[in-house]
């Protein structure tokens, strides 16, 4: 167990914000965080688990504890003909998990090759990209109540995912704290290639592999995402608003290139990108902080930015997008304030 006073969060948040965390504690196993959830100081001090804040804007520093997971491990814990069942430590890098299965030919996740962040938080968020989410591959969730101490273990069904969201990100049920996820990947070659052009990259591979598929959704991203390491940033700000369908059939009038994705229920979901580059936002900056000139949904640290600077443009973003398309766009990344 390590706990840190005054702690510097800087290589804990993806903006590379220079906050600091009153109290930093970081566990290495369910013992370790069944000894803090249990001490006194812990349950009266306010607290935020964290993965690696790739999806956290932190508005200043936080006064209270930080908790961060180190449980790592990767076992297998279940295989069928078709099928095996990874137990995977909240604390592993996600990538890390992905490069794992697709070197070993389990697919399922290799879509979400080179999301940042860490593997509690990939089942908190249900991660998402190219046609793929972590809902679709998890099977049983490990979670300690932070008020009660007792493990439970949460089947799909009962992980209430949703686009980008959870049972555990739903703030009413903040007590839990995710210790392994377990995921079910298959032994057969599953591809998802409907999403964007990636059928079309993966044509040119004969015979397509699950490595080619990783390799090009890495590709793909590296052109289109900053990279932390070099620009602070969260992915994409705001999630993609989802309009019933006469909204959307009114706005095609004035904006005929409207791009659209149809969702059940009578209702589209329309990239939130397409809205902001719209309005002009594209590649702007204003201070220390930019737009990004190759995604519009991303907002970078130009160096020193804060988190109160980040969120003003934001707000200057929807409000630009609600004027101009009568569309609330809602942020994705979460804002925590001290
Ligand atoms: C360049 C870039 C690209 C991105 N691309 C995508 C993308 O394609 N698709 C996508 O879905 N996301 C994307 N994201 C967002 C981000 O990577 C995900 O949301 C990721 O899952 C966050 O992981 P993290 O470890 O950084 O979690 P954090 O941001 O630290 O935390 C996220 C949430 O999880 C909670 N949490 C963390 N660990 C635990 C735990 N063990 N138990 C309980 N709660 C916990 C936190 O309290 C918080 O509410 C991107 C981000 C960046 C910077």
Not at 19 to 34: A, P, Q, T
Not at 81 to 97: H, M, P, T
Not at 196 to 217: E, F, H, M, V, Y
Request: proline content about 4%; charged content about 25%; aromatic content about 10%.
């Amino acid at each position: 167990m390590r706990i840190e006073e005054n702690y510097s969060l800087r290589g804990y948040n993806t903006f590379r914000l220079a906050v600091k965390g009153r109290w930093f504690m970081e566990y290495e196993s369910e013992e370790e965080l069944v000894r803090i959830l249990r001490d006194e100081f812990f349950q009266e001090t306010r607290s935020l688990h964290i993965g690696s804040g790739s999806n956290l804007l932190f508005l200043n520093d936080f006064n209270g504890i930080i908790l961060h997971s180190a449980i790592k491990g990767i076992t297998v814990v279940g295989e069928t003909d078709d099928s095996v069942v990874l137990r995977v430590g909240a604390g592993e890098v996600w990538d890390d998990v992905v490069d794992y299965a697709v070197s070993r030919g389990w697919s399922g996740i290799e879509n979400l090759s080179l999301i940042p962040g860490e593997s509690g938080a990939a089942a908190v968020q249900n991660i998402g990209a190219y046609g793929v989410e972590i809902k679709d591959v998890i099977e049983t969730v490990e979670a300690y109540n932070r008020l009660t101490f007792e493990k439970q273990a949460f089947s799909n069904a009962s992980c209430g995912y949703r686009y980008r969201s959870s049972f555990f990100k739903d703030e009413r049920n903040d007590p839990y704290v995710i210790t392994y996820i377990h995921l079910r990947l298959s032994k057969t070659p599953r591809y998802t290639l409907h999403y964007g052009n990636l059928k079309a990259l993966a044509a040119a591979c004969s015979p397509l592999t699950l490595p080619d598929i990783r390799r090009i959704i890495i590709d793909i991203r590296r052109q289109k995402l900053p990279d932390p390491a070099q620009t602070g940033n969260a992915g994409s700000f705001f999630t993609n608003p989802i309009v019933p369908s006469a909204h959307y059939e009114a706005l095609k009038k004035t904006y005929p290139a409207i791009p659209s994705y149809p969702m059940d229920g009578d209702r589209v979901k329309i990239p939130a990108g397409w809205l902001i580059e719209q309005c002009g936002l594209k590649g702007k900056t204003y201070g220390q902080v930019g737009i990004y000139d190759k995604q519009a949904l991303v907002l970078v640290n130009l160096g020193e930015a804060t988190g109160d600077e980040i969120a003003l443009v934001a707000e200057r973003i929807r409000t630009a997008v609600a004027e101009r398309f009568g569309i609330k766009l809602m942020p994705e990344v979460h804002y925590v304030e001290s």
